[in-house]
Nanobody, 115 residues
């Protein structure tokens, strides 16, 4: 059982930046893939970005050029840096990992961008 704990959300003005963290209970080097989704208010969950075990990354068009996924293997932590935030980035952000053929999710962290 993998435990994931997100942090770093909050209230930020449009144009600002945030870095979200996702601390894992297992070595993140073992995960087949990891990444982030978000759920805007009143909408379905949407994919944001993924990083595979090989190091390749993919990112949604809606955040391309403004979001960066990274990791710290020593700290077993995944990061999502978001720059030039916009009000439509307001959402609950969830990290996920794929481990031994099944997905695991964190509890989410709220990001609110004011105009």
């Amino acid at each position: 059982q993998v435990q994931l704990v997100e942090s770093g959300g909050g209230l930020v003005h449009a144009g600002g930046s945030l870095t979200l963290s996702c601390a894992a209970s297992e070595s993140i080097s073992n995960f087949e893939s990891m990444g982030w989704y978000r759920r805007p208010p009143g909408k379905n969950r949407e994919w944001v970005t993924t990083r595979t075990i090989s190091g390749s990354t993919a990112i949604a068009d809606s955040v391309r050029g403004r979001a960066t996924i990274s990791r710290d293997v020593m700290k077993n932590t995944l990061f999502l840096q978001m720059d030039n935030l916009r009000p439509d980035d307001t959402a609950v952000y969830y990290c996920f990992v794929d481990f031994r053929g099944r997905p695991y999710w964190g509890q989410g962290t709220q990001v609110t961008v004011s105009s």
